[in-house]
T-cell receptor, first 114, second 110 residues
Framework: KQEVTQIPAALSVPEGENLVLNCSFT??????LQWFRQDPGKGLTSLLL?????REQTSGRLNASLDKSSGRSTLYIAASQPGDSATYLC?????????????FGEGTQLTVNP | DGGITQSPKYLFRKEGQNVTLSCEQN?????MYWYRQDPGQGLRLIYY???????QKGDIAEGYSVSREKKESFPLTVTSAQKNPTAFYLC?????????FGPGTRLTVL
């Protein structure tokens, strides 16, 4: 059974700092990996999607990497801002025959202090 | 304006009552999903549907039921058999490999 772990569970940084969030998964037979952002009491916003054949994806100040063989992904946030404060969730999708269902980590709660 | 809507935003239920959560999408996506989120935890899959009139159980389907009579709609019923229904419920739809989420419904059992 796939298990996804995110470290750290919480992170507090000063504004302007670069930071890395970590995600690991136990079964490397994934179809893709998705990073989401969740604000308190809200739904999930998709940030980046990495296909299993890709090594990284970039969107603005965000860069996500994937090392499928070692079961790891990182989300790099450059020049953090207070508006980046949220919970970041990592999720992996198994092979498409399983309905592309996602298995989620428990998230990293990020606070960026002004 | 395309997207996924969930209603209501907040729902209160007495013990022993069934309640239905609405999920509608106008994105023309075939696949739809229901997840449950408990405080400080990730999301867990309840049910999913890849096509109209077909759906499969997820990891925690006990005490829940769904229907998929229309492509746009995937309602979730929380039955009285669900022992701990208080949670945040999220609906999603999928385009190709990427899932998109609605704003969620917070269900509280009184």
């Amino acid at each position: 059974k796939q298990e996804v772990t995110q470290i750290p569970a919480a992170l507090s940084v000063p504004e302007g700092e670069n930071l890395v969030l970590n995600c690991s998964f136990t079964d490397s037979a994934i179809y893709n990996l998705q990073w989401f952002r969740q604000d308190p009491g809200k739904g999930l916003t998709s940030l980046l999607l990495i296909q299993s054949s890709q090594r990284e994806q970039t969107s603005g100040r965000l860069n996500a990497s994937l090392d499928k063989s070692s079961g790891r992904s990182t989300l790099y946030i450059a020049a953090s801002q207070p508006g980046d404060s949220a919970t970041y969730l990592c999720a992996v999708s198994q092979q498409e025959t399983s309905g592309s269902r996602l298995t989620f980590g428990e998230g990293t709660q990020l606070t960026v202090n002004p | 304006d395309g997207g996924i809507t969930q209603s209501p935003k907040y729902l209160f239920r007495k013990e022993g009552q069934n309640v239905t959560l609405s999920c509608e999408q106008n994105l023309n996506h075939d696949a739809m999903y229901w997840y449950r989120q408990d405080p400080g935890q990730g999301l867990r899959l309840i049910y999913y549907s890849q096509i109209v009139n077909d759906f499969q159980k997820g990891d925690i389907a006990e005490g829940y039921s769904v229907s998929r009579e229309k492509k746009e709609s995937f309602p979730l019923t929380v039955t009285s058999a669900q022992k701990n229904p208080t949670a945040f419920y999220l609906c999603a739809s999928r385009r190709w490999n990427e899932q998109f989420f609605g704003p969620g419904t917070r269900l509280t059992v009184l």
